[in-house]
Structure formats: structure tokens, C-alpha cells
């Protein structure tokens, strides 16, 4: 299960020429520095588990509450991005990121390998679409699955680490998060047709990941 009430999640390639400091500054710097925020209580990032999946990368940081991902903390380090951040986005493409309120969450943890899901729906249908998130944490081998809205008007926050920043993309309306312990276990989850029963319309954009990195606080570092 997630372990917040909001999120902030974001898909991206990165060019080949930044790839390499890409990964030392999400490491070292940039997943400490967000985890360490008061409020935010983990970070992970995946990488893709099938060519057909794009963007290459998804990160995905959960946090107490909206409040927190609007609140002055957040957006003191958005407004201050050091000069290795300013470095490495550079390399960044096809970006999209969405804060967004978590709308259910269902299973009994986390897993290695994560289906994401984005489309556009009906706010009408929001009861469906969660039954059905619901329904998919029950099946064989899935640990978790999560339904999230995004909040269109804090993603879209202007600050100083998005300006000239020409990658950025429209974040989805809405996206949908299942988590497993095997690629095999995501292949039958919510089929289109299936997530179009729910609610969902427009293009459904499907990814599936491989865990690569988690950060959370400890006891022994603020981040």
C-alpha cells in the first residue's frame, strides 16, 4: 500500500550523453534531498521492464497529504534547485509529472515491478474506477494497486527548476499504480477494455517497471 495521502509521480527519458550523471544525482542528491522534505515519507524510482514502454523512467514520491506537495517546504526546494539539478535535467525528455491526491490504495505492500496506467476519466466514475483498482489488488501475485487524481493546478505551479525547462509535458487527468512480485502477474491486469468500462476514456497509456531504487527516512539520516 502507499504510504500517504498524495503523491508526486513522474515519467521520463533521459539522453544517453547525461545518463550516467542522471543516475549519480538521483542517488545521491535528488532522492535524499526529496525524502528528507517534511512530510514526504518515501521515494522510488523504476526503470522499464519492456521496450514498448516509454518513457524509460518512473519515479514516484509519497507524501502525508496535498498539503504537504503545496505547502512552503516543497516548493522552498522546487524554487532553489542546485546546480547539479539544473545539470542533469537538462538530459531529461518526455517528461510528465503530476501531483496528485490518492484516491485508494489496496493490497498487502509494495512489489518489484509496477503497471502504470494514465488516461483521462469522468469524475462521475470515480466509485467504478476505484471498485475496479480494488478488484485488481485481489489477483494472484499483486502486492498492491493505487488510484491516483491529479491536481491540475499544483502540477502546473510555476517554479524555478520547470523554468525554460522545454521536456515538461501535460500530466495525465488521472493514473492508476499496480504493483506485483513478477511481470507475469501484471500482463492480464485492467486490459483497456476493462479500465473503459470503469470510466476511463481517450488514450490509455500502459508502462511496466522494475524497481530500481527506494529512499525513505531512517534513524539514522533526515532522508
Not at 508526486?8 to 550523453?17: F, K, L, Q, R, S
Not at 509519497?62 to 547539479?84: C, F, H
Not at 476519466?121 to 478488484?135: F, K, N, S, V
Not at 491540475?152 to 487527468?173: F, H, M, V
Request: include cysteine.
Amino acid at each position: 500500500m502507499l504510504s500517504g495521502e498524495a503523491v508526486v509521480a513522474i515519467w521520463n527519458d533521459i539522453t544517453d550523453e547525461l545518463r550516467a550523471e542522471f543516475y549519480a544525482w538521483h542517488l545521491h542528491e535528488h532522492m535524499p534531498e526529496r525524502a528528507a522534505i517534511p512530510g514526504f515519507r518515501r521515494g522510488r524510482r523504476y526503470i522499464a521492464e519492456t521496450a514498448a514502454t516509454r518513457p524509460e523512467f518512473f519515479t514516484l514520491y509519497e507524501a502525508d497529504t496535498m498539503g504537504v506537495l503545496q505547502g512552503s517546504d516543497y516548493l522552498n526546494r522546487l524554487n532553489a534547485p542546485t546546480q547539479w539539478t539544473r545539470s542533469a535535467t537538462q538530459g531529461f525528455r518526455n517528461t510528465s509529472r503530476g501531483l496528485a491526491r490518492v484516491l485508494t490504495s489496496a493490497g498487502p505492500g509494495s512489489g518489484g515491478y509496477a503497471l502504470t496506467l494514465r488516461f483521462a476519466a469522468d469524475r462521475a466514475r470515480e466509485a467504478t474506477l476505484i471498485a475496479r483498482l480494488r478488484q485488481a489488488a485481489d489477483a494472484p501475485r499483486i502486492a498492491g494497486a493505487h488510484l491516483c487524481a491529479v491536481d491540475d493546478a499544483a502540477s502546473g505551479t510555476a517554479t524555478a527548476e520547470s523554468q525554460g525547462r522545454s521536456d515538461l509535458q501535460a500530466p495525465p487527468g488521472w493514473f492508476a499504480i499496480v504493483e506485483a512480485t513478477d511481470p507475469a502477474a501484471l500482463a492480464p491486469i485492467l486490459p483497456d477494455e476493462a479500465l473503459r468500462e470503469a470510466g476511463a476514456t481517450g488514450e490509455i497509456i500502459r508502462g511496466c517497471y522494475r524497481l530500481e531504487y527506494t529512499r525513505t527516512k531512517t534513524a539514522f539520516a533526515a532522508g
